[in-house]
């Protein structure tokens, strides 16, 4: 029985996410071989073909490149027009992939998800945490939450909460070492970095409001993980510089002090970022404002 055109489609879009036949197999939940079956019948159907593949890796041709291109927006297309003909468009439903790291996953985007799947239960969220940010078009990812700007000018960015980065250190390193008075005087003590990102993890960019200054630090420890990174400060191994959401807490209870407190790094704003074919999505749609509110109300 020969499938859809739609139907094709769809499996030639989720092929083309994938570096290899088995691993979209493994998402498609059957096997390798019927894969290859059913690419083969949809190449022979349309007299070219669409991916170079050998047993580990696939790449598209050219001519699969534009099949995926207008595969994608025909899908869209279809997408939008179910949408607006359907009596239920807006209750969202179906898979939901969200990506943060992992402290701001484990300790805030656990709750809100939470709360979301009990209000909408017809969708169904995976929730990615890593500690670098996933490409969102390779990996299939809906939703992706960014502190700063985000780089990619193509996605669409909406800033769920605000957010500054703060340096701080225990009270028994800083009577052990005493508190720098400007930020240059951070080169001589010990920082404490994180490595989250592809960017320069140990170059701290702060800002006063009207001076901006660029420091170069260093230390004995770093880390890809942000919560371990404020035990070590905790601990009074140094200064580390951290999310405000992060350190808050020790900073009401003393076991933290902010150091420079005139000085920041404020270019850490919250955003929820997604491709633009989302933006007619109610379950991206639903679930990004219900991020905003949910920050609102808790501050």
Same mark, same amino acid.
């Given at each position: 029985?020969?499938?859809?055109?739609?139907a094709?489609?769809?499996?030639?879009?989720?092929l083309a996410r994938?570096?290899?036949?088995?691993?979209?197999?493994?998402?498609?939940?059957?096997?390798?071989?019927?894969?290859?079956?059913?690419?083969?019948?949809?190449?022979?159907?349309?007299g070219?073909?669409?991916?170079?593949?050998?047993?580990?890796?696939?790449?598209?041709?050219?001519?699969?490149?534009?099949?995926l291109?207008?595969?994608?927006?025909?899908?869209?297309?279809?997408e939008?027009?179910?949408r607006?003909?359907?009596?239920?468009r807006?209750?969202?439903?179906?898979?939901?992939r969200v +990506?943060?790291?992992?402290?701001?996953?484990?300790?805030?985007?656990?709750?809100?998800v939470?709360?979301?799947?009990?209000?909408?239960?017809?969708?169904?969220?995976?929730?990615?945490?890593?500690?670098?940010?996933?490409?969102?078009?390779?990996?299939?990812?809906?939703?992706?939450?960014?502190?700063?700007?985000?780089p990619?000018?193509?996605?669409?960015?909406?800033?769920?909460?605000? +957010?500054r980065?703060?340096?701080?250190?225990?009270?028994?390193?800083?009577a052990?070492?005493?508190?720098?008075?400007?930020?240059?005087?951070?080169?001589?003590?010990?920082?404490?970095?994180?490595?989250?990102?592809?960017?320069?993890?140990?170059?701290?960019?702060?800002?006063?409001?009207?001076?901006?200054?660029?420091?170069?630090?260093?230390?004995?420890?770093s880390?890809?993980?942000?919560?371990?990174?404020?035990?070590?400060?905790?601990?009074?191994?140094?200064?580390?510089?951290?999310?405000?959401?992060?350190?808050?807490?020790?900073?009401?209870?003393?076991?933290?002090?902010?150091?420079?407190?005139?000085?920041?790094?404020?270019?850490?704003?919250?955003?929820?970022?997604?491709?633009?074919r989302?933006?007619?999505?109610?379950?991206?749609?639903?679930?990004?404002?219900?991020?905003a509110?949910?920050?609102a109300s808790?501050?």
């Amino acid at each position: 029985m020969a499938m859809s055109t739609d139907a094709d489609l769809a499996f030639f879009v989720v092929l083309a996410r994938h570096p290899s036949l088995a691993a979209a197999a493994q998402e498609l939940g059957v096997s390798p071989p019927a894969v290859s079956r059913r690419l083969a019948a949809l190449e022979s159907r349309l007299g070219v073909r669409l991916l170079h593949r050998t047993t580990r890796r696939s790449s598209l041709t050219p001519e699969g490149e534009r099949y995926l291109e207008e595969a994608e927006r025909i899908l869209r297309d279809i997408e939008s027009l179910e949408r607006s003909l359907s009596a239920s468009r807006h209750e969202p439903q179906g898979l939901l992939r969200v +990506n943060a790291t992992f402290g701001f996953g484990r300790r805030h985007l656990s709750a809100v998800v939470s709360a979301f799947v009990r209000r909408h239960p017809q969708v169904e969220v995976q929730l990615q945490l890593t500690d670098r940010p996933m490409d969102l078009a390779a990996q299939a990812i809906d939703v992706g939450i960014r502190f700063g700007v985000p780089p990619d000018q193509r996605l669409v960015a909406r800033q769920i909460v605000a +957010n500054r980065r703060l340096l701080v250190a225990s009270p028994a390193y800083l009577a052990r070492k005493g508190a720098p008075c400007h930020p240059d005087e951070l080169v001589r003590h010990d920082c404490i970095v994180i490595r989250e990102n592809t960017g320069v993890y140990n170059q701290w960019t702060l800002s006063d409001g009207r001076r901006q200054a660029v420091v170069k630090v260093g230390g004995a420890l770093s880390s890809n993980h942000g919560e371990v990174a404020v035990d070590w400060a905790l601990a009074g191994h140094g200064v580390v510089l951290r999310s405000e959401w992060d350190v808050r807490s020790h900073l009401r209870d003393g076991t933290l002090v902010q150091v420079l407190p005139d000085w920041a790094d404020v270019r850490a704003d919250i955003h929820a970022i997604y491709l633009p074919r989302h933006q007619l999505s109610p379950k991206v749609q639903v679930f990004v404002d219900f991020l905003a509110g949910w920050f609102a109300s808790t501050g």
